[in-house]
């Protein structure tokens, strides 16, 4: 008897992004090795403007033949209090190279927004859809907010965001995800008691590094995807140093691709269960993430965080994911 894999339901909400695009590339391999099904991918305002993070996502979904994949396009002008963090993405959010990909295939104009792409998808297949959230929790809560009780429906939500004992990456105490959005964030905290939740404590030991990329691209050079990884690296690795995120290492943080580690791969990860609360009120202390850590009973808790990672095998199982998807288009 043969056994088959029922390939996992992902909804990634994204805001490319250097670290984005390595999930979504992720994804791609798992999808055409039948680990994964894409049902959507809902783009958001945050790294960069809400139509040029669509874009992106529509280009690289085009490298793989993705084009029937719905994209939602994000809630705009959402007032945040920080700027964008196109001084570490560039300009485009993939390191300016937004012109090496194939062109988009979705129109941003027609597209659906992206709580409504949620909302349906969810709504469509109840306790089946895994949600990656690797971008401002906008479109997550607006969903919420649109109808109450909806990310219930998910069987999972995977959020890249927040920081607990490294302090934050825009401010001391605010990582990016959360601090660009934190009553959106506190929405989502208080919509289930099973999230799972990686910050940067974790991520911080994921340091992607330019011979990471090249045994990427060995297996063949000449190939679009892989030139463009090798690339990217390059940008986000100059930006890196200058902002001074992986401790001298020529490396970058590659943040969002956790996400699909965990789904895929949670063997990498260890966890603790917790009452997560989202700042929104501190003058110097909004977009904090904290819990409680004396030993009181966890009746009340909301997450799953992720304490530690294996970064060798993380590693390694990308870079042979990555190969496999070059070899595949
Ligand atoms: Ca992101």
Redesign the pocket.
């Known amino acids: 008897m043969t056994l088959t894999i029922k390939p996992r339901k992902i909804l990634l909400d994204?805001?490319p992004?250097g670290?984005?695009v390595f999930a979504l590339l992720w994804l791609q391999s798992l999808v055409s090795q039948g680990m994964a099904e894409l049902v959507a991918v809902t783009t958001a305002e945050?790294?960069v403007e809400a139509q040029r993070t669509f874009t992106t996502a529509s280009q690289v979904l085009a490298w793989t033949g993705m084009d029937g994949v719905t994209v939602g396009r994000g809630v705009m002008g959402v007032n945040s209090l920080v700027g964008n963090a196109s001084h570490i993405h560039g300009d485009d959010g993939i390191g300016n190279l937004s012109d090496t990909l194939p062109p988009p295939t979705h129109n941003f104009e027609e597209a659906l927004g992206s709580p409504q792409v949620i909302i349906d998808c969810l709504e469509k297949y109840p306790g089946e859809i895994t949600i990656a959230a690797?971008?401002p929790l906008t479109n997550l809560a607006a969903a919420e907010q649109i109808r109450p009780g909806i990310l219930k429906l998910a069987r999972e939500i995977v959020i890249m965001g927040g920081s607990f004992h490294l302090g934050g990456n825009v401010t001391p105490h605010g990582e990016f995800?959360i601090i660009y959005n934190p009553e959106a964030a506190a929405t989502v905290f208080a919509s289930r008691h099973d999230l799972v939740m990686i910050s940067l404590d974790v991520t911080q030991h994921l340091i992607f590094t330019p011979e990471i990329s090249d045994r990427i691209a060995a297996v063949n050079p000449q190939s679009a995807i892989a030139e463009f990884i090798v690339d990217l690296v390059k940008f986000m690795v100059t930006t890196a140093l200058k902002n001074r995120r992986t401790r001298g290492i020529p490396g970058f943080l590659v943040h969002?691709a956790a996400t699909i580690a965990y789904i895929f791969y949670p063997e990498l990860f260890k966890f603790y269960r917790a009452k997560v609360e989202i700042e929104t009120q501190g003058i110097s202390t909004r977009g904090l993430t904290w819990f409680d850590r004396t030993h009181k009973p966890k009746l009340d808790v909301n997450s799953w965080v992720i304490s530690e990672v294996d970064d060798d095998m993380f590693f390694a199982i990308l870079v042979e994911d990555l190969k496999q998807l070059i070899i595949n288009n």
């Open positions: 994204t805001d992004g670290d984005d945050g790294n690797i971008a995800n969002d």
